[in-house]
């Protein structure tokens, strides 16, 4: 019979060097895996990147980083050797990179479209693509998309446009790696309480954003917390392995599809 726990599993978190991706790291940690490594962009989040190491570490968790620009093909399938010479094969992948624009279509420039799609479809695409090939069977396999794609919303058109491949590249993968008992899902969080949304918006919009949720009332930000769409990671690479192809959004009811 298959164990679908955590217990001694290889972890690959793409942006796992802070916020959402740290966060992930550490409660797979704290819930048994054995080794991870986690990916960041650039220098600027080697720090970031140390301390994630040092806590999952000192949490009994073989731990190595790797740095990689993902918006090109070879970038991914080197991460994945990198991450298979030092830990071994993943049965886990979680891909949390992603960038924000707020902006019109027409002040829209082909370099930012072009940037956003590198980041946000192309870099998605081949990280699906090098778990497919080397995750070891009945893996699991989770994307960060956005809660964007359930609305009806002027000013995000690369940004939500860009995610909105990867929904499908989520059902594709999932019914061609489904016969090796592989999982592929996808999770919309909210807006969520971390440098990552403040950076685009205004203080009206955040304003907005705060109270647009129907359980807003209840969060501590009225934002969605990273700490409330953990568990659901943690959920869809562990029991919740029969659930496949979906994306699920986890935003206190700020969008619904």
Do not use: C
Not at 93 to 105: R, S
Not at 130 to 152: M, P
Not at 201 to 219: N, T
């Amino acid at each position: 019979m298959v164990d679908h726990s955590l217990r001694g599993k290889t972890v690959l978190i793409t942006g796992g060097a802070k916020n959402l991706g740290a966060l992930i790291a550490h409660d797979l940690a704290a819930h048994g895996v054995g080794a991870i490594a986690i990916h960041y962009n650039s220098a600027a989040t080697k720090a970031d990147a140390d301390k994630t190491l040092t806590r999952l570490t000192q949490a009994g968790v073989k731990a190595v980083a790797f740095q990689a620009d993902l918006t090109t093909a070879a970038a991914t399938t080197k991460l994945f050797a990198d991450t298979i010479a030092a830990i071994g094969k993943p049965d886990i992948a979680i891909n949390t990179v992603g960038k924000v624009l707020k902006k019109p279509i027409m002040e829209t420039t082909e370099a930012e479209f072009d940037e956003m799609f590198a980041v946000n479809t192309k870099a998605a695409y081949f990280f699906l693509k090098e778990a497919g090939l080397h995750l070891k069977d009945n893996g699991k396999i989770v994307t960060l998309v956005t809660s964007l794609l359930g609305a009806y919303t002027p000013f995000y058109s690369t940004y939500a446009g860009s995610k909105s491949s990867v929904e499908h590249f989520t059902r594709a993968a999932s019914k061609e790696f489904g016969a090796r008992g592989i999982s592929v899902n996808a999770i919309g969080p909210g807006p969520m309480d971390t440098p990552f949304f403040y950076g685009q918006e205004a203080p009206d919009a955040v304003a907005y954003h705060k109270s647009a949720a129907a359980l807003s009332p209840f969060s501590k930000t009225g934002l969605t917390d990273i700490e409330d769409v953990v568990p659901f990671v943690r959920t869809l690479v562990s029991d919740g392995w029969w659930m496949t192809g979906q994306t699920i959004l986890v935003n206190g009811g700020y969008t619904t599809k």
